[in-house]
C-alpha cells in the first residue's frame, strides 16, 4: 500500500475531532497537516484504520475485521460483535 502525505489522508475531516481522537492538542495536529512536522506512524495507522472502519485499510489480511461505535471489535466471518477481551481465547476455537 502506499502511503497517502497526512493532509490527504485526513483532507475534509473535523481536526479537532480527530485531535481529541489521538489524544493531541490541536497546535501537534495543525503541525502535522500542515507538514511542518512529521506525525508518528502509530497516529497515520490509527487513523486509516478510524477512517476506514476496518483494518483491512492498513493490513488486507485482516479484511472484514471492523471498529463499530462502541470500540468492539466485528469479524464479517462470525457476524457478530466480539469484545477486544474475547480475542485472546480465539485459538482455541
Not at 481522537?21 to 495507522?45: E, G, T
Not at 461505535?69 to 457478530?80: K, P, S, V
Amino acid at each position: 500500500m502506499e502511503a497517502k502525505p497526512f493532509s490527504d489522508l485526513i483532507a475534509g475531516c473535523n481536526e479537532s475531532h480527530l485531535a481529541d481522537y489521538l489524544q493531541v492538542i490541536i497546535k501537534i495536529f495543525r503541525c502535522w497537516k500542515s507538514s511542518q512536522a512529521v506525525p508518528p506512524h502509530s497516529a497515520v495507522i490509527a487513523l486509516q484504520i478510524y477512517l476506514a472502519g476496518e483494518f483491512g485499510a492498513v493490513w488486507p489480511a485482516w479484511s472484514g475485521f471492523r471498529i463499530s461505535q462502541d470500540d468492539l471489535i466485528t469479524l464479517g466471518y462470525f457476524g457478530r460483535p466480539i469484545a477486544p477481551k474475547q480475542l485472546l481465547g480465539m485459538f482455541f476455537l
